[in-house]
């Protein structure tokens, strides 16, 4: 299946038409016609808005795995935030730091 497929397959999996697509993408609605009727792709350039409208995660889009069910959980978190901190850090803790940190997590949300 080629990126533009899944693109469309994914469109349609959320009900979303390729005018709506197109004002949430920023890109223009006839490149989003020349994908299906040409069976092109979109250029690099225009992944990770696709990404982020549809809420794939790029290798639901580049990836190359027709076993894999598309859509994964995932997050995307903007660099400079405080999320992507947390995640920084998270990533930096040692296996026990980190198994702690998810007790006082659980703890809080109680």
Excluded: H
Excluded at 31 to 44: A, F, H
Excluded at 83 to 102: A, C, G
Aim: neutral net charge.
């Amino acid at each position: 299946m080629i990126i533009s497929e899944r693109i469309f397959k994914l469109m349609q999996a959320q009900g979303m038409s390729q005018k709506e697509f197109s004002q949430k993408t920023g890109i223009a609605q006839s490149s989003i016609s020349d994908w299906k009727r040409k069976k092109t792709n979109p250029s690099s350039d225009k992944i990770m808005a696709i990404c982020e409208t549809l809420k794939v995660s790029p290798y639901d889009i580049l990836g190359d795995d027709p076993d894999r069910e598309m859509g994964g959980d995932y997050l995307i978190v903007n660099k400079g935030t405080d999320e992507y901190m947390l995640l920084m850090r998270y990533n930096d803790l040692s296996r026990r730091s980190r198994d702690r940190l998810i007790g006082y997590l659980q703890a809080l949300s109680e």
